[in-house]
């Protein structure tokens, strides 16, 4: 069954933690993304990858960390850096970066107490 | 900059009207646009995607259209169900090949 999976689907932090959110898939796909989505607001992206060992700012991503050491893995660590993290955040992936089609996970939703 | 808009940002009509939802972009330089389905609390469904050089996208009940020089995007839903209820957005793919969302329309289908 090809797919991208997200996990947790919620998550709580106390003020001060850093946090990982995982995001994997198995779909032989090149790029992969983070977006965080907010109420009333679109999607915005925090960082994406076109390939392995290699990945790239995104319009919002002070306060966030990734790495991608695996072509499936793609996790994003929100550290305590970051002023307002209680949101719901997104994974995608795509054949290579471009103008592709892009699946989605089902998102992490995260709170910070 | 592009920015992308979704208007209304809530609908409600009663089962089985045809309906049509909305997206307007700023800069017509795009790749593509996409429409997605959200369920609450839930993950992006890909519905249509329409290369800027075509039209129109057709899948079922839904046909998306395209129309670059106006910045215009419609969603077309015929006889709509409750099933359908969900937000929808769209997305256009610019120039840096990243993809501006708007933020959505909320639709709500009353049996």
């Known amino acids: 069954d090809g797919g991208i999976t997200q996990s947790p689907k919620y998550l709580f932090r106390k003020e001060g933690q850093n946090v990982t959110l995982s995001c994997e898939q198995n779909l032989n796909h090149d790029a992969m993304y983070w977006y965080r989505q907010d109420p009333g607001q679109g999607l915005r992206l925090i960082y994406y990858s076109q390939i392995v060992n290699d990945f790239q700012k995104g319009d919002i991503a002070e306060g966030y960390s990734v790495s991608r050491e695996k072509k499936e893995s793609f996790p994003l660590t929100v550290t305590s850096a970051q002023k307002n993290p209680t949101a719901f955040y997104l994974c995608?992936?795509?054949?290579?970066?471009?103008?592709?089609?892009?699946?989605f996970g089902p998102g992490t939703r995260l709170t910070v107490l | 900059k592009q920015e992308v808009t979704q208007i209304p940002a809530a609908l409600s009509v009663p089962e089985g009207e045809n309906l049509v939802l909305n997206c307007s972009f700023t800069?017509?330089?795009?790749?593509?646009l996409q429409w997605f389905r959200q369920d609450p609390g839930k993950g992006l469904t890909s519905l249509l995607l329409?290369?800027?050089s075509q039209r129109e996208q057709t899948s079922g009940r839904l046909n998306a259209s395209l129309d670059k020089s106006s910045g215009r995007s419609t969603l077309y839903i015929a006889a709509s169900q409750p099933g359908d209820s969900a937000t929808y957005l769209c997305a256009v793919t610019g120039s840096n090949y990243q993809l501006i969302w708007g933020a959505g329309t909320k639709l709500i289908i009353k049996p």
């Open positions: 800069d017509s330089a795009i790749y593509n």
């Open positions: 329409i290369q800027s």
């Open positions: 995608a992936s795509s054949i290579r970066d471009g103008d592709h089609e892009q699946f």
